[in-house]
């Protein structure tokens, strides 16, 4: 029986989501186009209408991960809570996605991305100086708002969050246990929140 055929986009999904999970199970390196087509049931060559090749795959990989990780930001940014809150919920966002993508930040983390050639390096600058000015967006109206201590630099903080993320990922890549990973996840956001809050809560914020 031959494989359904299914919108561009759609299949252009399907194999991202296939190479995502043989990655994060053997190792980028280890990820090539028969094994992604054979997971789904094409041949190659399917493959390699929807991505030029390899490189191409992965590079789609960190373009989507990064879009996920901005649409967190829009997606908080509408709400109408104050600022300390929309940085716990996009801090929870993360975690969810970590947590429930896990080959993502083995994939993301690997020495091919993190040590990847010119046009790979440029592609994760664009995402994380994106991300970072989203981010140092949001605590400057904070600091408007009287809701962040007012000597905040918005881009240190901006800096320090993105470093506890990467520090989950780091973690989860030297396979600790992922209970107390994500338990310390909680304890380190309470400490960084603490640090910028102009007023401290008398309830500490639930993140997991």
Request: hydrophobic share 40%.
């Amino acid at each position: 029986m031959g494989t359904k055929k299914m919108r561009t986009e759609d299949r252009r999904e399907q194999i991202l989501d296939a190479a995502l999970e043989i990655g994060g199970r053997n190792g980028l390196q280890a990820m090539n186009i028969g094994d992604i087509a054979d997971r789904i049931g094409l041949v190659p060559s399917a493959v390699y209408r929807h991505f030029d090749g390899r490189e191409d795959l992965v590079d789609a990989l960190i373009e989507r991960t990064g879009s996920r990780i901005l649409e967190n930001i829009r997606l908080v940014s509408r709400h109408k809570e104050d600022i300390l809150h929309q940085l716990g919920c996009l801090f929870r966002l993360h975690l969810h996605l970590i947590r429930t993508n896990p080959a993502v930040m083995q994939i993301i983390f690997s020495d091919e991305v993190v040590f990847g050639g010119e046009k790979r390096q440029g592609l994760i600058r664009r995402i994380t100086a994106e991300y970072r000015n989203e981010l140092a967006s949001l605590v400057k109206k904070g600091k408007d708002a009287g809701a962040v201590k007012p000597f905040i630099d918005p881009f240190g903080a901006a800096f320090s969050m993105i470093s506890l993320l990467q520090g989950v990922g780091t973690a989860l890549k030297m396979e600790g246990s992922r209970k107390e990973i994500f338990a310390m996840a909680g304890s380190a956001w309470y400490i960084f929140e603490s640090g910028i809050a102009m007023y401290q809560s008398s309830v500490r914020r639930k993140i997991l």
